[in-house]
């Protein structure tokens, strides 16, 4: 596994939509080992996305700190959202600030794991915004997009 370089808000391709992953091949299994070593690296993170170090294909991986641990979402599809939460969120390529957004309180995804299983889950709370969040990543859509206007703040200077 490697550290790879997460690009920030100013570069364009964080507004691009990503494309599927037609197989899981060796490269794009470490790809998603490179992703959550940087996501870990620090314990700056609690999701990222693959556009997030440059590579506009549609896999997240997730790990909130909780029972499910570290889990890798390819091709990922939200199937149905529930209620409403309002989160405050940041990211790893938008460093040094923080803003509230309204999510689902529960979600339904399938994906695909990193062995090619399909798998689904349902989810809520934190592990669906965190989710939702990544999921936006894929269609090239930021927390600061879609914040409550007024609620974008400096966190954090050296982040
Ligand atoms: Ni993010």
Do not use: W
């Amino acid at each position: 596994m490697a550290l790879r370089n997460i690009v920030t808000e100013e570069d364009p391709i964080l507004h691009k939509k990503s494309r599927e992953i037609e197989e899981i091949t060796p490269r794009i299994v470490k790809l998603i080992d490179d992703m959550a070593e940087t996501m870990y690296y620090d314990n700056r993170g609690i999701g990222i996305a693959a556009v997030q170090v440059g590579v506009l294909r549609r896999a997240f991986v997730v790990d909130i700190g909780d029972e499910h641990g570290r889990l890798n979402f390819i091709n990922p599809e939200i199937t149905s959202r529930e209620g409403e939460q309002r989160c405050s969120e940041g990211c790893l390529s938008v460093p040094g600030k923080s803003g509230e957004v309204m999510r689902p309180q529960k979600i339904h995804i399938r994906a695909l794991d990193i062995n090619g299983n399909p798998f689904e889950m349902d989810a809520e709370g934190l592990l669906a915004d965190c989710i939702c969040h990544e999921y936006d990543h894929l269609d090239g859509i930021l927390f600061t997009d879609r914040a409550i206007p007024g609620t974008i703040e400096v966190v954090n200077a050296e982040q």
